[in-house]
């Protein structure tokens, strides 16, 4: 049997956990049975205050140094049906069209990381390929022409299947007009191995961040995105730093630094007359080694108004031990049922629920061992795996059956 060849299509490369997510199922499926490749819409991105090029990007790297190829039509920032660009359908080049249909017709079937990239697929003229897009929002009705681009695909019969990450994303995107028998939940996992407790990276960790062995420690690993609710994290960590004068807070993300002029008059707004508060807050922006600041730290926290998923952050900060407090939002309340605490939108209920974490942390501990196969890379990537293989296969996509 010959290998099955998978193009997936992404807006861009820009930090961010879909796109993490993304690369780890191309990883686990290229070679042998299935071959993967990418083609990228844009070449650089300018998201969350952050300069973000292609080449620099931590999904590329890992992306073409585990052997798949990828290559990008490098439009100027902001286009392609971006969230930040106006509403207005992008206008692609012919040369543009004329790579991507050299790209699908390469293709058996095409993945399309979120909606952006339908944009581009729905153009006339392009080679016909079953396209699977990989949806990972319950808030589709914030996604600009997106959704409609979404919706011209279904009804021109391009998609025929969607992969929702979550619970929250299937009823969102059904209630918005998709076939209920186009949607399959694949629930997100991540690598066990490189996301568990650790002794020595908790150690070395602090120890680089001159935070003391045992300071209670938060971390917030989001973008500096209005979705994300930064303001409120920022309301909550003084509210935090005020109760425990031995307490830290750690920011990570694109656009969680001190060059980050918006994020810098967000701080100085949420501590107000007690600047001093922020000598325990450390802004790391983008890293590589999130398995050691998680290592590192007690409590994850989510303060999103809107738009999370499954949000992984929470997974990978409790698979490393970390105590995960969100608010209610996507399939958050079931992630952190009996492995942490869900939380109303109020700084102080936040903060007190983020010392109620570090309290009863060893209490948390036996949920959180018995999850990780629950939240395994290796289930993940089958699921995906066989959806793809289904899909090949012609099974027509009402009969298309859910992926273990």
């Not at 690369?23 to 290229?30: A, E, Q, W, Y």
């Not at 629920?353 to 993940?380: D, G, H, I």
Request: hydrophobic fraction near 45%.
């Amino acid at each position: 049997m010959s290998e099955l060849r998978v193009l997936s299509i992404y807006e861009g490369f820009f930090s961010g956990g879909a796109r993490i997510l993304h690369s780890d199922v191309l990883l686990g499926l290229h070679g042998g049975a299935q071959r993967h490749s990418v083609l990228s819409i844009e070449g650089e991105m300018y998201r969350e205050a952050t300069r973000q090029p292609m080449e620099e990007d931590a999904c590329y790297r890992s992306l073409t140094a585990g052997g798949v190829q990828v290559a990008a039509l490098r439009r100027e920032t902001g286009t392609a049906g971006s969230p930040d660009a106006a509403d207005a359908p992008p206008v692609f080049t012919a040369d543009e069209l004329a790579a991507t249909a050299r790209a699908t017709a390469a293709a058996d079937v095409v993945l399309s990381l979120k909606e952006q990239p339908l944009a581009l697929l729905n153009q006339a003229g392009l080679p016909l390929r079953p396209v699977v897009v990989c949806l990972h929002r319950s808030d589709p009705e914030n996604q600009g022409p997106a959704l409609d681009a979404l919706l011209a695909a279904v009804a021109a019969g391009r998609v025929q299947a969607c992969v929702c990450c979550a619970e929250s994303t299937r009823l969102a995107y059904a209630a918005a007009g998709v076939p209920a028998e186009l949607l399959h939940v694949i629930p997100n996992g991540v690598d066990l191995l490189r996301f568990r407790p650790d002794a020595s990276r908790r150690a070395s960790v602090r120890a680089a961040l001159g935070i003391p062995a045992r300071a209670p420690v938060v971390t917030f690993a989001a973008r500096w995105a209005a979705m994300k609710n930064v303001p409120l994290f920022l309301a909550s960590a003084r509210e935090f730093l005020r109760r425990d004068p031995a307490g830290y807070v750690v920011m990570c993300g694109a656009g969680m630094t001190a060059d980050n002029p918006g994020l810098r008059e967000e701080i100085a707004s949420a501590l107000g007359g007690e600047p001093w508060l922020a000598d325990r807050m450390r802004m790391l922006g983008v890293r590589g080694d999130m398995e050691a600041l998680y290592a590192a730290s007690d409590v994850v926290s989510l303060t999103s108004s809107s738009g999370e998923a499954a949000p992984l952050c929470l997974i990978e900060g409790m698979m490393c031990g970390a105590i995960p407090v969100a608010t209610d939002v996507g399939d958050c309340a079931q992630l952190v049922a009996g492995r942490g605490l869900l939380t109303p939108f109020d700084p102080e209920a936040i903060a007190a629920a983020w010392t109620e974490a570090v309290v009863r942390a060893p209490l948390f501990a036996p949920a959180l061992e018995a999850a990780r196969e629950q939240f395994s890379r290796t289930r993940m990537v089958a699921a995906y795996g066989a959806l793809l293989d289904q899909v090949h296969g012609g099974v027509p996509r009402a009969a298309l059956p859910e992926p273990l």
